[in-house]
């Protein structure tokens, strides 16, 4: 099968190619903005792709055939995270996506995962299952939320299958510096005596990159299972809890200095992720 991964050298991407590679006797084509040299260098699995250095704001006449025709895509690129309230999620991203997306389809596609986010929920408490109505309360989350509507209403003009993959929340090396694991991993090899957080009582739903990356490819090569998916491990963890298991794993003593922020105004104080539809696809939930 071929396969083309956007957003190959992100967090999630170069890991989901990571995995692509080492399972499975596919031909995987990667796409990101980096130039060749740079993208090999910061992601060696690289060199075993069809790497195509790309920018989606700069448009193309033929998507479908400038990517060589892949059998599916995995849509993973998207510009600004975690900037979650910036407009240009909206005035850029939005467009770029959509014109590519579209083009790809009308040109000859029949096969994409697209990566959502849990942001789409919204203030919302509790399970998150995907048959609760999304209410984003961020410009990304709307922006993701409204590439979804957009891809259901192509599929009354073109026969595609569409998995919109939820992702919840990712934690693993490499990581953007901006990141609760990003910060906790400065941190810990900086020597600080002391971690600045919120109080911590939040519940999160928190899945390992190696995880994700796993079940975004599977989703991706299955078409039983389409529509919105949950991307999550079905369980809830206080922020606090994460932060000490982070560095009791690394025998590093930290003191948590919680209540220095304050809590997200866009984020429900206990939500994770229902996880019935994922686990028809890979099973046991790691």
Not at 81 to 88: A, T
Not at 122 to 133: A, V, W
Not at 144 to 173: A, P, V
Not at 185 to 196: I, L, R, S, T, W
């Amino acid at each position: 099968m071929r396969i083309l991964v956007t957003g190959a050298t992100g967090f999630i991407g170069r890991n989901v190619v990571n995995y692509l590679c080492s399972h499975g006797e596919h031909e995987i084509i990667t796409a990101a903005m980096k130039t060749k040299q740079e993208a090999e260098a910061f992601c060696p699995a690289l060199k075993n792709t069809s790497y195509i250095s790309k920018n989606l704001n700069d448009k193309e006449e033929n998507y479908y055939t400038f990517f060589q025709e892949p059998d599916c895509v995995i849509h993973l690129s998207w510009e600004g995270l975690p900037n979650y309230n910036e407009l240009f999620h909206i005035e850029q991203n939005l467009p770029a996506n959509l014109y590519f997306i579209k083009n790809m389809i009308h040109n000859g596609l029949t096969d994409i995962t697209v990566a959502g986010t849990c942001f789409e929920y919204g203030i919302q408490n509790g399970c998150l299952d995907e048959e609760k109505p999304p209410a984003p309360a961020t410009v990304y989350g709307l922006a993701k939320d409204t590439l979804r509507r957009f891809l259901e209403l192509l599929q009354t003009k073109y026969q595609f299958n569409m998995k919109w993959i939820r992702l919840f929340y990712l934690y693993g090396h490499g990581q953007g510096k901006k990141t609760l694991w990003g910060q906790m991993e400065e941190a810990a090899k900086n020597n600080h005596k002391e971690f600045n957080m919120s109080r911590g009582e939040q519940l999160r739903d928190y899945i390992s990159v190696d995880s994700a990356a796993e079940y975004i490819s599977r989703i991706a090569l299955q078409d039983t299972i389409t529509g919105v998916i949950n991307c999550c491990s079905g369980k809830s963890i206080s922020i606090r809890r994460f932060a000490e298991k982070f560095f009791e794993d690394r025998g590093v003593s930290m003191k948590l200095n919680c209540g220095h922020y304050p809590y997200s105004e866009y984020e429900p104080l206990a939500f994770w992720g229902g996880t019935a539809k994922l686990k028809k696809i890979i099973g046991d939930i790691q």
